[in-house]
């Protein structure tokens, strides 16, 4: 990966004669990546520092798809590109893009029309079920087909279509764009429900005395997990990336905690093995590359309970650099050969050796922790007295700085040679 003094990054605006000098420029021996969302998704700071990041690969140039352009233009009028990166937001034409990506066929670094799945938590569900990865006992009410819908509620338990839920228990909209997410308490533990949603402000969730379940709209009830009171957010880039942070969860009180700058406070967290082969798993299920989804750990478990498609982590310069150079990487890799560009993955110094172990499997030696203590000590001895009206004990303060804290500590071979001596005088 080369640096280049300018990187470039273009935004196109309504095109007609300006789109196609635009694309015949960038055209000219480069490999064009397409950003086609939102315009508070492609300027958010997130994509602008990967962007500028994959802007430093030699044959790289970055085309930013203007919202105008996306909103109002016929795909036809897009700009053309080799690689497109394209997801879906609130607002965002994805059947537009999915008829450009039919049209132009780029390199698709997230699927599209797996994005249509993502917005149903039914179906996201559904495909983690058949990936067999580990999710919350969960059922669906779906009111949209009366003749599946079946619910009981009892004072302590919800039953959906003859699965019995006790409280607590959580119920989802199968909307995924719908956030207020309801967790329902026992009489035991004082009844009403937690009501969360999308983070107004410094907060996340409130109480609500209501314990009745919502009684229009289909919805998934599933199993309350316990966990030590936060959340794991994962990120994935490609299927062998996986970088996770863990958040407040906005169950406990719903107040969102924030650093000195005003952002939500997360903490970098160790991925499981196991973890890491499900971080995976999602990533292929969903074909997105760049992929976002929500882990609980609970009783000893990891359950993904929530799958976001394309998502950055906020503020991480280590994740920049490495989601740019592995989606630069990727990019280089599928696109070069086709345009006779001559290039290999470069091998850098930081980069981690994998080998063979005697099992046969491979491994890597991420590091060596030794945590080292001497094994026996000597038993301290020491004398702590009370001192006062003399002379020699004020000259000792005196000499030794005790008047600064009020208290006198004397460690050194002659500073207790001397207290010696002087208490010898005073005691003989």
């Not at 794991?232 to 169950?251: F, L, M």
């Not at 310069?317 to 001559?342: H, Q, T, V």
Request: charged content about 30%.
């Amino acid at each position: 990966m080369r640096e280049r003094a300018t990187p470039n990054i273009v935004s196109t605006h309504l095109i007609c004669e300006q789109s196609i000098l635009l694309n015949a420029i960038l055209l000219r021996g480069q490999i064009v990546v397409g950003i086609c969302s939102m315009m508070k998704k492609s300027k958010s700071k997130p994509m602008t520092q990967i962007l500028e990041r994959l802007c430093k690969f030699e044959y790289i140039d970055v085309v930013i798809f203007s919202e105008e352009v996306i909103l109002e233009e016929p795909v036809e009028k897009w700009p053309h590109c080799d690689c497109l990166i394209s997801f879906h937001s609130r607002g965002f034409p994805l059947d537009k893009a999915v008829e450009y990506a039919k049209l132009r066929n780029p390199l698709l670094i997230n699927d599209l029309n797996m994005q249509y799945f993502i917005q149903d938590r039914r179906e996201v569900y559904r495909i983690l079920k058949e990936e067999f990865i580990e999710l919350p006992r969960y059922a669906v009410l779906n009111r949209d087909h009366p003749e599946e819908c079946n619910l009981v509620e009892g004072e302590d338990h919800v039953e959906v279509n003859g699965e019995v839920f006790p409280k607590p228990f959580v119920e989802k909209p199968v909307c995924a764009e719908d956030h207020n997410v309801y967790i329902y308490y026992p009489t035991s533990a004082g009844g009403g429900s937690q009501r969360l949603f999308r983070k107004i402000g410094s907060r996340s969730s409130v109480y609500s005395p209501e314990s009745s379940v919502r009684q229009t709209g289909s919805y998934i009830y599933e199993e309350f997990m316990p966990t030590d009171g936060t959340d794991v957010k994962v990120y994935t880039v490609g299927p062998d990336y996986a970088h996770a942070e863990a958040r407040k969860s906005p169950a406990l009180d719903g107040k969102v905690e924030r650093d000195s700058e005003g952002k939500e406070i997360r903490y970098p967290v160790m991925l499981t093995a196991f973890e890491k082969l499900v971080a995976r798993k999602v990533c292929l299920a969903f074909k997105q590359t760049v992929c976002g989804f929500d882990l609980l750990r609970a009783n000893g478990h990891s359950f993904v309970c929530d799958v976001n498609g394309f998502s950055f982590v906020k503020s991480s310069m280590k994740y920049y650099d490495d989601c740019a150079k592995i989606l630069g990487n990727m990019i280089m890799r599928e696109l070069a050969p086709k345009y006779s560009i001559p290039w290999s993955i470069p091998i850098e110094d930081e980069d981690i050796p994998i080998v063979p172990t005697t099992s046969g499997t491979m491994m890597e030696l991420r590091c060596v922790i030794a945590i080292i203590r001497h094994g026996d000590r000597t038993p301290k001895q020491k004398m702590k007295m009370e001192v006062r009206h003399h002379l020699r004990f004020f000259e000792l303060f005196d000499k030794y700085g005790g008047y600064k804290t009020g208290k006198l500590k004397l460690k050194k071979p002659k500073q207790l040679q001397v207290s010696k001596q002087k208490a010898i005088l005073l005691f003989p």
